[in-house]
């Protein structure tokens, strides 16, 4: 086998390289030598060219001067015809003023064929020159005479000076060669002596010796030849000498079991017991005189160097290292080796005794391995991990444990954990018991735990969850403990957030109507329990709809903010003040005497009378109507105070507003007043037909889906007068008082017929969705009802949506999930409206057969500014999808929020940059919406703002 790379150049004799050497010189030289003639002979030839036309145009000039001023022609042609002849002249040409033009006839001669070959005039490049003169006599112009030169004898003359100077250098190299080729061998002669010397030396003669001659480097050469035949001849004597001794070592180096190799100064292979042959699977004879790199990995060359240089410097030493058996597998070896010495104490090489080490480095490395994947999976969890010894001792901290406590790895480790890691109780503030210590002293997993505090080691505080436990062995020794936590902060105040959100109105940020009714609760319970006095102020604001008519819901919306701060103002700190909803306000006034309890309602109607609102350029002037209930030791629940106040309020607005009522003594009697007044109105709208019915778009926003028109109908009462009641005032009297059903069925009827005149021309007819309450979900005729007026008005199932509340689906699920079936079956579908207002649990949505989820509004109108709103619709939106549920987000005001609605996917919209709700006489109903119309806004109208339109059946 080739165990080195082999090189031409040293395959090469002495002879060989110097007359490639010279011959190379020499090539340098001559291509040097002939690029400097071949430029002066270009120089020469163009110069001589230059000179010749020059002289020509000399010549020519005066002697053309006097046939051209008689008009001699023929004069003219003849010397032209002369002077062409002239060696290098390629043509002569005669123009005269009027345009005549004599030239020289054709003449070839030899002087201007080439004689060069055609591939060195190309490589030369060699122009022809080309040179005019005016012919003047008497300052007078008689014409104008051009010669052109040809480049052709130049080119000829050139080559042929090549030629002659190139089999010059040719001769003068063939003689050199010839001189070095003799004067080498002459000198190589004693070498060759030493060559054959060497011969019979290697064959056995070792008394040979060889008389020095030749030059003194070869004379050296002998001598070192001669000296180390000597010391040869006495070695082999010393060795007979120690025969004996070194067949001893030998048997005991063949029948070890450890594998023995020795190589001598040079790093090649001296001895080779079996145990190595059978390690590395070559035999002694293979490998005996081959350098020791025959077991090195290929392009380990350095390795093969140190070895020697450690052969050399007679150094023992230990090491790993890699080798290459026979069979191509590798070999991690654990090597000592140690200097050979001979028996006159000389250096004469190394010992090495080798340990097949490949199963141990293997076992480190797949050790290494899991330590590394284990560190990497660590450094990858977003949790802080923490691992210390049994003594408590911090052994290792992934990233975020260093971030999180401020510590890097290298100072903490050591480290007690105590000293790193401190944490103090959420309430008390006093420090806790180190996890880790309970782990390692009870052995037991502590539990998880979110009241504490870390401290870090900057000062820095905030919430964690933590939690540790014991590291065990194999056989369920404890060698350590680990200490998992992460930061809450981000969930803390995620959570804080939404509990604000659940009991604040987002607009005003005042508490809602739910916080409201839990406090009143606290209060009626405490008068229940400790006679104590307490009120409850019932306001709605007056003139309120003349601002968001005028000026659009983000003025109303600002009025509302600007009061709802100016009138927090006006109570005491362990007062509340809530919006109930829309325009209406609640006060909680505790320990508070009814008397007053009248003094501050009073107070709060003139700030609201003096309050002026700023519009861009109106200015507005409102009032409020404030109903006052006493809340003193009556077991009643916080419906009928609210019911009372709300009478009181409305017996303020009967008595010409911006009042103060106090609600009569006498519960029944205000119930009853409450009843007659709502009772009365509903029914006599019911009655004179004065309840209308508007519509307003359902907008799919999303490239992909373009369905037909889909409208939600939306109920309005007329007065007396035909002014627009807000729905807000009427529909809670409805459904208190059980009118909701009445309301439903006219709202069915009335779609119907308006459905059936106006889906005459369409096609496809357009969707209507239209409203249910909770009181008709529970009602056992409404599917009775619904199929008759299928029926009678011969309207198509499938054209019609119903919208049902999540809250009234809730608390109607069983009678609420039959309706829908049998609805469903004859081609209806649902809408659940209002969907997260409730923060009801999505497990009810399992049990509905619902097609559409309206997004409730309270989140979409600012997720565009709100990441907790977003947040709340993309979630809403997901669950709707996974369980195959379009979805469609109410409140949409803005170009802003619909292009959010548009990124996280859902399907319809449905708001004020539609349109306002209209009668459906008055909207166009086209076959298919324009993309281009989703971002026109409706025409106004004089309607009611998105927070008054949450109740079902408007």
Known sequence: MTMTRVRPWRNLSLSVRIKLASGALLAIVGSAYFSLDLHNAIDFQRSNLEQGLQYELDFLAPALAEPALTGDYALIQQLLDQRVRQPAIQSIVWVDSGGHRLHNAAVATDDTRLAAPSWFARWLDFPGFARAKEISVGGETYGRIQVVMAATTAVNQIWQQMLSKLGNLLLSIATLFTLLGALVSNGLRPLYALKKAAQQFGQGDHALRITPSGPPEMQACIHAFNNMAANIEHLFGSLRASGARNRLLAVIVEQSNVPIITTDLQGNITSWNPAAAALYGYTAEEVTGQPSSVLHLPGATGEFEETLARTRAAQPSSFEAQRIARNGLVLDVLTSVSPLYDEDSRHIGEIGISRNITRQKRAEAALAKEKERAQVTLASIADA??????????????????????????????????????????????????????????????????????????????????????????????????????????????????????????????????????????????????????????????????????????????????????????????????????????????????????????????????????????????????????????????????????????????????????????????????????????????????????????????????????????????????????????????????????????????????????????????????????DSLSDPLLLAFLKMQFADYGIDPRNICFEVTETAAIANLEQANALMVELKSMGCRFSLDDFGSGLSSFGYLKSLPVDYLKIDGTFVRDMAHDRIDAAMVEAINNIGHVMGIKTIAEWVENQETLEALRGIGVDYAQGYLFGRPQPLAQLPIPEFLPRESLAQPGPPENTLPPEDQIMAGF
Not at 698 to 713: F, K, M
Not at 726 to 753: G, K, Q, T, W
């Open 385 to 774: 991990v923490v691992t210390t010894d049994t003594s408590g001792n911090v052994d290792y901290l992934n990233p975020v444990a260093e971030k999180l406590l401020g510590w890097r790895l290298d100072e903490a480790f050591g480290h007690a954990l105590s000293k790193i890691f401190q944490g103090i109780d959420e309430v008390s503030g006093e420090p806790i018991d180190n996890p880790v210590d309970l782990v390692l002293q009870q052995h037991l997993q502590a539990e998880v735990r979110g009241d504490a505090v870390l401290v870090s080691r900057h000062g820095v505080r905030f919430p964690i969850e933590h939690s540790a436990a014991p590291i065990c062995s194999h056989e369920g020794q404890s060698i350590g403990a680990v200490l998992v936590f992460r930061d809450v902060s981000a969930s803390r105040n995620l959570a804080r957030q939404l509990s604000w959100q659940a009991s604040h109105d987002a607009l005003t940020a005042l508490v809602n109507r739910r916080e409201f009714e839990r406090r009143l609760e606290s209060l009626i319970g405490s008068a229940d329990e400790f006679g104590r006095q307490h009120a409850l102020l019932y306001m709605d604001l007056d003139q309120f709809k003349v601002v968001n008519d005028t000026s659009g819901h983000n003025a109303g919306d600002e009025l509302l903010r600007q009061l709802g701060a100016l009138l927090n103002g006006r109570i005491r700190g362990a007062d509340t003040l809530a919006r109930l909803g829309g325009d209406e306000f609640g006060v909680l006034l505790a320990d508070c005497p009814l008397d007053r309890a009248m003094e501050v309602a009073e107070t709060l109607r003139l700030t609201v009378a003096e309050f002026r609102f700023l519009w861009q350029d109106k200015s507005f002037a409102i009032g409020v109507s404030i109903g006052v209930v006493a809340i003193a030791g009556r077991r009643e629940g916080n419906a009928d105070i609210m019911g009372v106040a709300d009478a009181a309020c409305y017996a303020a607005k009967d008595k010409g507003r911006n009042q103060v009522q106090a609600s009569p003594n006498t519960r029944e009697l205000n119930q009853r007043r409450g009843e007659m007044l709502w009772v009365a109105r509903i029914n006599s709208a019911l009655e004179e037909n004065r309840f209308r019915l508007h519509y307003q778009r359902i907008v799919p926003i999303q490239e992909d889906d373009a369905g037909g028109a889909h409208y939600e109908a939306l109920l309005r009462m007329l007065d007396q007068d035909g002014n627009v009641v807000p729905p807000m005032s009427f529909i809670p009297a409805a459904e208190r008082y059980n009118l909701m059903r009445a309301l439903d069925r006219r709202v069915v009827c009335m779609a119907f017929e308006e459905c059936r005149q106006r889906g005459q021309g369409a096609t496809p007819a357009p969707m209507i969705s239209i409203n249910l309450s909770g």
